[in-house]
């Protein structure tokens, strides 16, 4: 026995005795241990082995293809219907968006570390739920943004200014006949002056 391990010598018993043991606890990890889905990024295998390999290359071309076809030159924006009203938005640049959207770890790989854990939960979830929602929270903020617009409208309505108006002062001089519009408005491109021929 090695002191500093705490570790031993194992005593086996017959071949059939380890063969029980394993058949006694795969069925307890069968129900523990859930199966890992083909699309966990960081937990299925790297590397695809035999008859699937050359199907994922044939996928992926067909991505990179139909995302090439997408962000072409007759690509114009992104359409969100927002109440009744369609909107596009527009991409400065879409070959740029085109290579970043190619690799999904060039979007999830920011929330994660070296190690591939996620080291900002509510950033992968905020940007995972947009992604997933992205016309219901457009439409969120168009319809926040009429009911703000509304809103302004109307306290505006109810509380009129109380200041007292003057009425513009007129004067002549040389024949000129100015009009002073008001103190805040002395720039030259708002005064009107009117030559009347004496």
Known sequence: MHLDLL????????????????????????????????????????????EEQGLAEQQHEAFKSQTKKLFSQDFKG????????????????????????????NIVGKFLDNEGN??????????????????????????????DAVKQVIDGSKNPSQAVRQAPQTGFKDGIKVKVLGESNLSSSKLKIKKIKI
Do not use: C, W
């Not at 859930?34 to 960081?42: G, I, N, Q, S, T």
């Not at 509510?122 to 319809?143: C, L, P, R, S, W």
């Open 118 to 147: 996620v080291k900002d939960p509510v950033g992968y979830h905020k940007a995972m739920y947009a992604a997933a929602n992205v016309d219901t929270i457009a439409n969120h903020f168009y319809e926040q943004g009429k009911a």
């Open 7 to 50: 570790v031993g010598p194992v005593v086996l018993g017959a071949e059939a005795d380890v063969e029980g043991v394993l058949h006694g606890a795969e069925g307890r990890l069968h129900v523990v241990l859930a199966a890992v889905a083909p699309h966990d990024l960081r937990v299925a295998p790297v590397v695809v082995i035999g």
């Open 78 to 105: 992104f359409d969100f219907n927002l109440g009744e009203k369609k909107f596009r938005y527009g991409v400065k640049d879409p070959s740029k968006v085109a290579e970043n959207q190619s690799n999904i770890n």
